[in-house]
């Protein structure tokens, strides 16, 4: 990250960090790179699709990935706000919680139940014991032990697939669109993987900010009281999230190949694009590493280029919209029982995500709250 930032502070929008490697920071270059389907389709180095999808890999993910729109395109915000409360309710409170593992907790059932139209208590312990042994996995024990745990994720999904009887599922609407059942099980283990880890660290880091956000707790709390039912029309906690994804990218960097040249870059060049740095550069955003939802409320659009929490181009999350929407539900329900106090800072990470590593908060029943 540090060599990073050194190559964007040099004032050029693209630079050749190593042989054949080119860091992309310059907006109208990262926003027209990414989003050019020719140059840019093929992704390197990241870890999504993580499934083996056969030789013609890349076509069969695209053709899922316009196939799955029904199921994304509804997020399925009373189910995710049920979800939510019920995890929520069974948090002690007062207690010193680990952010990061709550934020897993809720996400990862909101995200199986949007996915399967239906709840499942397997499939999330097992995608995260899978990605908690990915990153573990430098010995051969290690590797062996994430072949077990990908070989029980994936006969668990089969499993699914094979029994379920939710019409509005990913595996019924793939199914239904003629893909066989290799195919849906690697699709259903692809949004599984992908909308765990990452979208929990968007969660964690919120947190985290409302925690040493006093002032904009309060308003986003009282925002979500006012509104009790499942909605996730909550201007404030939606503008927390965005502020939150500005700050705290989970992806942040991203690579691509170029299947074809463009302009000075030869085909096969390797782009680096950091949304971390393009968030916060100086010349784009006023107080670039402050905190401050509230940029984010009335007509406020970044320029392009300037905010890619999702990525952009043929590429970009599938997910990102229902993906908001359920975070600002599963926010406002942590916000109506519990207040959230700092305890451990976090040690902000930048391996395979940027995440707020060994982050502990203390939490407080919102009904206990002496009135004023
Ligand atoms: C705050 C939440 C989320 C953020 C910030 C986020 C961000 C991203 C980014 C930046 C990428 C592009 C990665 C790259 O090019 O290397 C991506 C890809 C992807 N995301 Fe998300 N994501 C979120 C939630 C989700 C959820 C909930 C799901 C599934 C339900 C999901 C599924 C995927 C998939 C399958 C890809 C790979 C797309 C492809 O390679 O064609 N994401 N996401």
Request: charged fraction near 20%; proline fraction near 10%.
């Given at each position: 990250?540090?060599r ?12 050749e960090v190593e042989p054949g490697v080119w860091l ?246 390797d ?102």
């Open positions: 990250m540090l990073w930032s050194a190559a964007a502070r040099s004032g050029d929008g693209i630079v992309v920071t310059d907006p109208g270059e990262t926003e027209r790179l990414l989003a050019s389907r020719d140059a840019t389709t093929a992704r390197t180095g990241g870890r999504t699709p993580p499934t083996s999808w056969g030789p013609d890999g890349l076509a069969t993910w695209m053709a899922v990935r316009s196939a799955m729109r029904p199921v994304l395109a509804v997020p399925g915000i009373a189910a995710a706000a049920d979800q939510a409360r019920r995890i929520v309710a069974g948090t002690p409170a007062p207690g010193e919680v680990d952010a990061v593992a709550l934020s897993v907790r809720l996400v990862s059932a909101v995200t199986a139940r949007h996915l399967l139209g239906e709840p499942s208590d397997v499939l999330p312990p097992l995608v995260e014991r899978e990605l908690v042994l990915a990153g573990r996995a430098r010995s051969p024990l290690g590797r062996l032990r994430l072949r077990h745990a990908q070989r029980a994720t994936r006969t668990a999904i089969l499993a699914h697939v094979r029994n379920t009887s939710s019409p509005d599922g990913l595996p019924a609407v793939l199914a239904e669109r003629g893909f066989d059942e290799h195919t849906v099980t690697s699709a259903v283990r692809t949004m599984l993987l992908s909308g765990h880890h990452v979208p929990a660290t968007a969660l964690a880091w919120a947190l985290h900010e409302l925690a040493t956000h006093p002032d904009v707790q309060r308003d986003a709390r009282a925002e979500a009281l006012a509104h009790a039912g499942p909605t996730a029309d909550l201007p404030l906690c939606r503008a927390v999230l965005r502020e939150t994804l500005r700050l705290h990218p989970p992806v942040w960097r991203l690579r691509r190949r170029l299947v074809a040249p463009v302009r000075d870059l030869p085909a096969g060049a782009l680096l694009f950091s949304p971390y740095l393009n968030h916060r550069a100086p010349d784009r955003w006023s107080e670039p590493s402050r905190f401050r939802p509230r940029r984010w409320t009335g007509d406020f659009r970044p320029a392009p280029g300037t905010y890619l929490p999702f990525a952009l181009g043929p590429r970009t999350c599938p997910a990102a919209r229902p993906a908001l929407a359920q975070l600002t539900v599963v926010l406002a329900a942590v916000l109506r029982a519990h207040h959230l106090d700092p305890h451990r800072a976090p040690v902000p990470t930048f391996d395979v995500l940027h995440a707020p590593r060994r982050l502990r908060l203390r939490l407080r029943p919102v009904a206990a709250e002496p009135r004023t």
